[in-house]
């Protein structure tokens, strides 16, 4: 795999040299090997948010090459968002995967826990891992997402549409095939910008993430975006029919969410396989769409990446396998 060394026409680039902004984020070593989880924020309940509000992306800003191969640091209106490249062999007209890491999690240390340029080099997708931002009003939070949209957080929808453009028009991808995927805070990140922005990303991938509660209130009639959902049956983060925990929570449960997908989708064939261990994904099709919404249910996970040793679901090869199927 390559890695490169400059961004986009959007970004105002800076050298990455000693980690992220605020220090580096420990990850706790996880149970077993097997199992790899981020330390995330609490989600069981959301706070009380504005109407969501799109805001306008700054001007133009110079671009800085890094000094450090794969390596940039960038602001958008004013936020530094560190950031890693994992280019194929053949970049140009390449399809492009942007990750979202957890509350908490730096692009650096999540990409140490996924290893998703592993898989998706080799198939000829080039792979961006993206930083979040502590709040605006709390310097001191954590890395984060605003998937709920709130006017007086950050700006990431707006952000993360301008950082796919600029991607696409500095080194050729392909405008057509532009995903997303995300953990937890970064799934639920990924669920707002399926929502908001599926002009911009074609498919997207939510990994133990939830749909916040005021994205859902605000739900689209009609959807033209892939959709790959990621629950384990033990993950005590997410809202679930299945274990009662959706009655506890504010936000609506996981098997509601995805049933919109398919539905805003016009998707109304459904088939379900076995994966891994007793683990079931089940594809959500249609005519007339290349479109399709694939959720995956795992019996014995919880609130990680899953990477099949322990519940013998490979996300990675999973997550290339629903966006090469999408046409």
């Known amino acids: 795999m390559k890695r490169i060394t400059s961004l986009c026409a959007l970004l105002l680039c800076t050298t990455f040299l000693t980690g992220c902004a605020g220090g580096e984020i420990t990850i706790p070593e996880p149970e077993s090997a097997a199992e790899l989880s981020v330390e995330t924020e609490p989600a069981a309940t959301e706070p009380a948010a504005t109407e969501p509000a799109v805001t306008e992306p700054p001007e133009q800003a110079e671009i800085l090459d890094g000094e450090k191969e794969g390596w940039l640091s960038c602001a958008y209106a004013g ?4 950031m890693i ?15 979202l890491p957890g509350y908490g999690a ?7 826990i996924a290893h998703l340029e592993e898989t998706a080099n080799p198939r000829g997708y080039a792979v961006l891992y ?11 939070s954590s890395y984060g997402w605003n998937s709920k949209l709130a006017e007086d957080d950050n700006p990431d929808l707006a952000f993360l549409k301008a950082l796919a453009g600029s991607m696409q028009e500095t080194y050729g991808f392909d405008s057509t095939r532009t995903y997303a995927a995300g953990f937890s805070n970064g799934a639920s990140m990924v669920h707002t910008l399926a929502m908001k922005a599926g002009d911009t990303f074609a498919a997207v991938v939510s990994v133990a993430g939830m749909m916040p509660e005021l994205i859902w209130e605000n739900r689209n009639d009609a959807n033209s975006v892939g959709f790959l959902q990621f629950t384990g049956e033990k993950d005590e983060l997410i809202p679930k029919h299945s274990d009662g925990s959706a009655e506890h929570y504010d936000v609506t449960a996981i098997e509601d969410v995805v049933s919109y997908w398919a539905a ?23 005519s007339g769409t290349a479109k399709q919404v694939w959720d995956v249910s795992i019996p014995n996970g919880r609130h990680s990446w899953p990477n099949g040793d322990y519940n013998g679901v490979i996300a990675n090869e999973l997550i290339l396998d629903f966006f090469d199927a999408q046409g």
């Open 79 to 82: 936020i530094k968002h560190d």
């Open 106 to 112: 730096t692009a650096e240390n999540f990409r140490s």
């Open 130 to 140: 993206v930083t979040g931002a502590p709040q605006p009003n709390n310097p001191s």
């Open 264 to 286: 805003s989708n016009g998707l109304t064939e459904s088939a379900s396989e076995t994966v891994g261990d007793r683990s079931v994904l089940t594809k959500y099709t249609g």
């Open 85 to 99: 490249l994992d280019l194929p062999e053949t970049p140009g007209g390449a399809p492009l995967i942007i990750v």
